[in-house]
């Protein structure tokens, strides 16, 4: 099966558990709304596209810790755009969690995420147990404190911000994640899959920031110009837009080198080279 | 070693571990404002009663599902009292964290309580990973949908309440998960301690209702009268206090007698004994 219906049959498997009867109905609606129809899934595609480079020996696994992925990612971008932080409207071309049901179900839907995601690791525990424990902590460790997700997002309430810290936990700590759990998911060592991950994160925050500054909102399905109005450090206002460009190239460039040694490392590198990229408008891409 | 410190200890442990550098320093006092100095410590006692009645063979693991249980109700307790929700000013005697620190902190340290939660029960998988993954989806069950306390939350954003299935998941759920995990700690079969955990979670939250209707905001550290500002449910307008005290009384009396056979199942009856009943103005207990 290829990774698209596997990832979203994997999500609705989670949320048809954690939304069953007896589950207040606007609960169940609200983390259905955080969660389908999803973005581009590129957290949950990346651990799928390591666990088959690395032999995807216990697919059921690989699924999981996929699902568990976006599930956390959807989370934080639910907490994230409520009114107490970047308090914004839209999300995926659509109201965000707390315009379509409220601040307090977004809060709710969050945190129900969140849970969903470690119970969803906790039901892959009787296909290997040890591999699920790896990609528990994994996982834990790439959303909580001190270097995770949610501590990402507490740097924005710091005076003093330490930059590389912020967005390596913002964004990378789930990039990592992805590769690590997936290689885990195989059976595979863990550790020196973090480079491939810490690289594609940066990536992928920088064509967020090329992003933020020139696409279309419409297009984009979310407000532009954020992390001015905000002001939040962008890659592509400090380096230039075709700096920026240029600089995601580089790094595209590292990522297919890092690469293990794995029976699949060849499809992985074509998967790689097909990251990031394709966010940023076309125009751009001709020019670089 | 008694309950308290090895719950304090457990937990101190947890967050340490959470919190090390390179944490924001604002969130992680965030955090420790949330879980220090703690309130009674009813779930994490309850829980460590249940392991050493069932004999208590993996002490680390039962401290862990203590810490974690304990964690999950600090991380509630945070979120509720969100402007957003219940908009409270105190607790335990001093600020709310949102009061204390903002509420996009507040949001934070509750997601961050969360994935602590999960971190705790994956650090202990290594003791037993069968045991740890019961109590692994035992604790998740309690929190998150379709029946945990983020549903028994989620059941006050809805028009209709279904008040049984409120009381169950917003209480009784955290409860439950704190005596089957406690079995499950030492390896004993887990359903036969659910009733207890409901029963003594219906004896907490009448407990609560009565302090809410009667007691002095000031010892309790927190504001009085709340369900009625709020329109909530509340036992002790429903049955009059001295009535809601008859209920509470015949609740442990339950509790009691549901202990299944365990080696320390005296031991753990005088634990029930003393349940709840502290909790109440000394006036009422003399009268009733």
């Not at 906790?122 to 404190?145: F, Y």
Request: with cysteine; hydrophobic share 45%; glycine share 8%.
């Amino acid at each position: 099966m290829s990774a698209e219906p596997r990832i979203e049959l994997s999500l609705k498997a989670t949320l048809q558990f954690a939304c069953e009867a007896p589950c207040p109905p606007k609960l169940r609606s609200a983390v259905h709304h955080a969660v389908f129809p999803g973005g581009a899934r590129v957290r949950p595609r990346l651990c799928l596209a390591v666990a088959v480079a690395c032999g995807d020996d216990e697919p059921e696994l690989a699924n999981g810790a996929a699902a568990a992925i976006e599930l956390l990612h959807c989370a934080s971008l639910v907490h994230d755009d409520l009114p107490c932080f970047d308090d914004a409207d839209e999300r995926r071309g659509k109201p965000s969690v707390h315009k379509a049901f409220g601040a307090p179900l977004a809060v709710l839907a969050g945190d129900a995420l969140i849970v969903a995601a470690f119970q969803t690791l906790g039901l892959c525990m009787p296909i290997s147990t040890q591999r699920a424990a790896n990609i528990l902590s994994t996982v834990a460790a790439a959303v909580g404190g001190p270097c995770g997700i949610v501590a990402g997002q507490a740097w924005e309430c710091e005076e003093e911000i330490l930059i590389s810290e912020y967005h390596r936990a913002k964004t990378g700590s789930l990039f990592s994640a992805a590769t690590i759990a997936g290689a885990e998911s195989a059976g595979h060592e863990s550790e020196p899959w973090r480079r491939l991950g810490d690289l594609l994160g940066e990536a992928y925050q920088i064509a967020d920031d090329i992003c933020d500054v020139v696409a279309d909102p419409k297009e984009r399905g979310k407000p532009g110009k954020r992390d001015l109005a905000l002001g939040r450090p962008n890659a592509a206002t400090e380096l230039g837009v075709q700096g920026a460009v240029r600089r995601l190239r580089s790094l595209l460039a590292d990522a297919s080198e890092s690469v293990p040694a794995c029976p699949g490392s060849d499809a992985l590198r074509v998967h790689i080279a097909r990251s990031a990229l394709p966010y940023l408008p076309k125009e751009l891409l001709v020019a670089a």
